[in-house]
């Protein structure tokens, strides 16, 4: 791990803040693992500080004990991939270990991670079973008095990774898969599709098994996670007459339709008004096994006559501009930005990051030529920030700035339908662009 990232998660660990009413059901102690008691001692562990920053705007004290409460445990899990999300609400020192099986007592690998300073919340059950083939069970418990436990059970473990979130405050498992154990396995096997003694394979034939066998290889673009920024209580940003999140979705709809005219396989992450934390919709998009993830927003500016389209891919953020945006989309304060950064140098490891900075570039460079068939419109280029919506996506991901609704003219635009459909369709020619590329690099 980055030493920074290190020294972040311990300076994290310092803040003990706000709580709210105390749960009344307490699980048994005895339902969680004595060994992984045991082992919390030589556990990694984060360290309390001094200083105490101000808590995230979630925390109330209604508490005199101080302690934040595990308000929930969320997951979201498939045969290779599993994203657990613990919320609270304030931050907590944490730490986590990986016990190894332990056959003689029918123990499967686990990740223990002990919340301190905190209580158990009491509509979080003790025990959820998932068996979805890497995540056997998710069990928590209030260890001690101001320590909660979360215990993951794993079917199958490969990597792992965890991370903080900020506002409400939550702490982030990853764990994917043992490589090439499940995709592989479960794909349709192209031997099928020819009989045993059949010498001859007609060009059309050939075609097709070619086709299919890089869709099996992950080489293609087949499934593309549509995702309609904020919702419900969350609106984005609203200006002259426009709520973010109503246009996110009218875009996404209309961006939808045109890819499946395409012949893609479409999801949404949302197609109504609600709200979905920014991790799940990673989570959702890797559960699928989504091969691209686009999400869509509006942008805003304290000067209405800032306008224009920009594409983000997942990085660190090289420039003010950038910082601020992602400051606003991961509804965090921007000087938490550079703490993130930390964090990210360990995440990105396993993201796209060359193919998402591709497929923005595609994408932008496909929508401003589009576009400006019928428009004046501005040209931000492509940027790279560190924002909490596609952190952990385990495919090429981009998050596209439709355009300013702080802007009178670019907000008129995006009201109408016209404007919506050029986007949208300099967006597909952007997804098309993309996959023909890496189609043709495949197949060289
Ligand atoms: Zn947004």
Known sequence: MHAKAKAYLRKLGKYNSSIAAVSGKKPKRSSLDSAAKAAAVKAKSSKPKSSAKKTNGNGVHK?????????????????????????????????????????????????????????LGHDVESATTVSDGILRSIRTGQYSKDTTRVVLDFLAMQEYKVFP?????????????????VPVAKAKQPAKKTTANSKYRPPRGSKKMAGDLLEQLGLTVRTIMLDPGHGGKDPGAVANGLREKDVNLRFAKIVGKMLKEKGFKVQYTRLKDIFIPLEQRTAMANVKKADLFLSIHC????????????????????????????????????????????????????????????????????????????????????????????????????????????????????????????????????????????ERYAMK
């Open 299 to 438: 942008n805003a500016s304290r000067s209405k006559k800032v306008n224009g389209l920009e594409t983000y891919s997942l990085n660190l953020a090289k420039s003010k501009d950038a910082v601020r945006i992602a400051a606003r989309e991961n509804a965090v304060d921007p000087r938490s930005i550079s703490d993130l950064q930390f964090i990210l140098t360990d995440l990105m490891v396993n993201s796209k990051i060359k193919e998402s900075r591709d497929l923005a570039k595609d994408v932008q460079g496909s929508t401003i030529s589009r576009v400006r068939r019928r428009w004046r419109l501005n040209n931000h280029g492509t940027r790279e920030a560190p924002f909490y919506v596609l952190m952990g996506a385990k495919m090429p991901s981009v998050l596209v700035e439709l355009g300013y609704l702080t802007n009178y003219t670019e907000a008129k635009r995006l009201k109408s339908d016209a404007y919506l459909q050029y986007l949208a369709r300099g967006i597909v020619d952007g997804v098309v662009a993309y996959k023909g590329k890496i």
């Open 165 to 181: 979130l900020e506002n409400p405050y939550r702490i982030v498992i990853d764990v994917y898969a043992p490589d090439g154990s």
């Open 63 to 119: 508490d005199p004990s101080g302690l934040a409460h595990l308000d929930m445990v969320r997951y979201k899990s498939s045969d290779d991939y599993t994203r657990v999300v613990l919320e609270l609400d304030g931050r907590v020192k944490y730490r986590y270990q990986v016990l190894d099986p332990n056959p003689a007592v029918s123990r499967p690998h686990r990740l223990y991670i002990d919340l301190t300073g905190s209580r």
